[in-house]
Nanobody, 127 residues
Framework: QVQLVESGGGLVQAGGSLRLSCAASGRTFNSYAMGWFRQAPGKEREFVAAISRSGGSTYYADSVKGRFTISRVNAKNTVYLQMNSLKPEDTAVYYC????????????????????WGQGTQVTVSS
């Protein structure tokens, strides 16, 4: 079992920045990849970013590439999402997620490959 707790959401003006954090517990943190997803009102959940076990490989949705950065500090059991140049269309509930599979180089980028989810943190970007 993995427990995930997100923090860092809030209200920000367009062009601003936020950093989300996700603290994990329950399994050896460096044994599995991590991902961030988001869901806006009336829309389906979508992939935002993912990172490999070591942090050496990262993947992004085209909509956030160049503006968001995913990172992790395994010693702190924490994954981060630095969000810069925020736009109103980034408004959503953001979730971190972990897959059931461990000790693999595969980094999932679709929600169906993730088994553990946090409670979500709201990000609102005003225009």
């Amino acid at each position: 079992q993995v427990q995930l707790v997100e923090s860092g959401g809030g209200l920000v003006q367009a062009g601003g920045s936020l950093r989300l954090s996700c603290a994990a517990s329950g399994r050896t943190f460096n044994s599995y990849a991590m991902g961030w997803f988001r869901q806006a009102p009336g829309k389906e959940r979508e992939f935002v970013a993912a990172i490999s076990r070591s942090g050496g490989s990262t993947y992004y949705a085209d909509s956030v590439k160049g503006r968001f950065t995913i990172s992790r500090v395994n010693a702190k059991n924490t994954v981060y999402l630095q969000m810069n140049s925020l736009k109103p269309e980034d408004t959503a509930v953001y979730y971190c997620a972990a897959p059931l599979t461990q000790n693999t180089a595969v980094v999932p980028t679709t929600g169906d490959k993730y088994d553990y989810w946090g409670q979500g943190t709201q990000v609102t970007v005003s225009s």
